[in-house]
């Protein structure tokens, strides 16, 4: 149904895409004479200005709109709007439209590689996926796996480290996993999959009913911002934990290789510069504002927050390793990107761990009053200085 | 002498920026027609081309001039070409040319408020910095401070947490920091001279000499990478230690108020979203390349990494509050900065400990051979790993 909805959508998008690329127009304000100017289309697998993800889009329309003094305008689509969510891959690279935003990760059908540019379980982190795009050969490759689909990618915002989702029951051991029917994609789908649960991969907007009406049990989505917006805390009683599986999920842009190339190179470099601009902003936002929506989902909504027992982190550890070998196993260009990934990963985590890591231990220390046991602090001890709302803090920890 | 050779330069930039500024001229290629067209000069901190910091300018220009046709030129000079490093801020101010790019700590002389928007010791990494200036208010703030100085601010890339520094002697107690001498600004040096030891703010384009001559002892300068670039451990041999005091340190670009007023809206957003990529660039670059660095310092030019002691560590903990509540005590518009950064950070430590901080926990686990050590590593045995270039990796974890 999802595609006879596409192909009733096809005649209207073509029509679309050929009156409103590349037509003279009205000179913008301030430019002395016509130029060419560029209509584009950008569909989404996100709901239209949905608050994270959806912003991205927005600000970057915004952003090009802005650089270019209205010479290429760009319109937004939410999910389901010209096209359903799943099909925002296929709508770009067959001209459709020129743009679109979503995942990687959700195209592993076209190619398993795909997946490495979205995240990783136990992979690196947004800080170190960004080293690996932009200065360690990962966007080459990138452009290299959607260069059959007639896609130019570019990493389009990062989550940081998401939430590993959200339980009716709690998570006690591996047996706890059997027969869990859970929102997750990607590789770490995957990895559910191997321990006996049963991987489903949906839109973000359907994810409050598929709960609601148990066609799903458990999901995970981004992190406490994105969740309570989506009010999933509302469904049932939930127990919500901290991630391993997507420790720096990084969106993208794509853009059809023939609208690309029909535009000139000021407006290109304009494109260009507004994705990096909006891949930082994202996560800059994420940052700001993921720890107060974690106290009002703990505080007022009476959400459990857990850590993962050991035995099963381990567990999801070593079928990470499994389902990654297989993957790279059964496609070429998959080992290729996956080799190139994790040779980045294990040069910088080192630097990493005596940099990051070394900081942010040391600050944790010098927050907690002095012979607390806070500083081996797991995740439900974390949540309750969150709660108190950094009493370390407030004795005049700098 | 600085000055002086500031005040002979001050005819000839003048006469730059008259004639330099707005003059109409022949169209970019691709234009309809004659537009206005800027050329502006950018004084910087740094030597030019340097890698990291220096780049930052180059990246901007690059970006600047791709994306406004040609429209907007910048020109990028290293310190002491036009102005010396640390003229940056009084040159740009005074409209001798348009911008600047340097770090906002330099200034603590003009306004005591600069030096939270560069570092603060026990304060906020890259990431957080990232979300305070730009969805908590930061920004706004950094535009107050510098408004007075006929000056706008722009975030201009983050080094990421940086190395305590560079000492001839291995440091086992604050004892040892008592008469040194040593190259270390901003609110760090406060902190360091609280200790017994002597400050000195230099340019990092004096630090060799400076350390080669003997007049200081030790310097900090930024991580493996930059540090490298200077061969600071040819100076001497070294015993080199991570950081406590720039856990996100971030650079600046300054623009001339006149100056930015002068652009059409067009141009001041290409500028604006230029700073805004330039500013995650610069981190992509420095995680990308720190480790690499870091294993060269270590293995070919035998630097002795080590960890500062704990006791070590809780007195310039001690002494950053002590320095902060001095500064903030002394000047009102200090307080306020200060009183917004400590509120997001009180605000975002929590999560950070439970997703980028729990995350990198579970993953270092992962990482560590089953039964060994390392997952308490130290930097000594971290440095050991990444000696090993990763051994844990390449037995196939994801």
């Given at each position: 149904m999802m595609w006879t909805r596409v192909g009733l959508l096809w005649l209207t998008l073509s029509a679309l895409f050929i009156s409103g690329c590349g037509k003279e127009s009205e000179p913008a304000a301030g430019a002395a004479a016509p130029q060419q100017t560029f209509e584009w289309q950008m569909v989404t697998?996100?709901?239209?200005?949905?608050p994270g993800l959806g912003m991205a889009p927005e600000n970057f329309a915004k952003a090009v709109n802005a650089m270019s003094g209205g010479r290429l305008k760009v319109k937004v689509h939410g999910a389901g709007?010209?096209?359903?969510?799943?099909g925002v891959f296929d709508a770009v690279a067959r001209g459709a439209v020129q743009m679109g935003h979503g995942a990687a990760y959700y195209w592993k059908g076209k190619?398993?590689?795909?997946q490495f540019f979205t995240a990783v379980p136990f992979g690196m982190n947004a800080q170190e996926m960004n080293g690996w795009l932009h200065y360690g050969g990962g966007m080459e490759l990138w452009r290299e796996v959607y260069e059959p689909f007639n896609l130019v990618p570019f990493a389009g915002g990062s989550t940081g480290v998401q939430m590993a989702g959200w339980f009716k029951q709690e998570i006690n051991s591996v047996a706890d996993l059997k027969g869990l029917k859970m929102r997750i994609p990607g590789l770490a789908g995957e990895v559910f999959q191997r321990l006996g649960g049963v991987p489903v991969t949906l839109p973000g907007g359907e994810l409050f009913t598929a709960l609601q009406t148990g066609s799903i049990d458990a999901t995970e989505w981004v992190g406490p911002y994105n969740d309570l917006t989506f009010g999933l805390y509302r469904a049932a009683d939930y127990y919500y934990y901290p991630g391993w599986h997507e420790p720096g999920a990084m969106l993208e842009f794509i853009v059809n290789k023939d609208a690309w190339e029909s535009l000139p190179p000021d407006l290109q470099a304009i494109v260009k510069y507004a994705t990096r601009a909006v891949n930082q902003d994202m996560l800059d936002e994420y940052t700001a504002r993921n720890n107060a929506a974690l106290k009002e989902l703990v505080e007022k909504h009476g959400v459990q927050l857990r850590k993962l027992p050991d035995d099963v982190v381990a567990a999801l550890r070593q079928a990470s390793r499994e389902v990654i070998q297989e993957t790279i196993a059964e496609d070429e260009m998959a080992r290729k990107v996956y080799e190139s990934f994790q040779a980045f990963k294990t040069d910088v985590a080192p630097y990493t761990a005596i940099s990051e890591d070394a900081f942010l231990e040391i600050r944790e220390q010098s927050a907690a009053p002095a012979g607390s046991a806070s500083s081996d602090a797991d995740a439900s001890s974390s949540s309750d200085s969150s709660s108190s709302s950094g009493s370390g803090s407030s004795s005049g920890s700098p």
């Open positions: 697998t996100w709901p239209r200005n949905y709007e010209l096209v359903p969510a799943m190619t398993p590689a795909a």
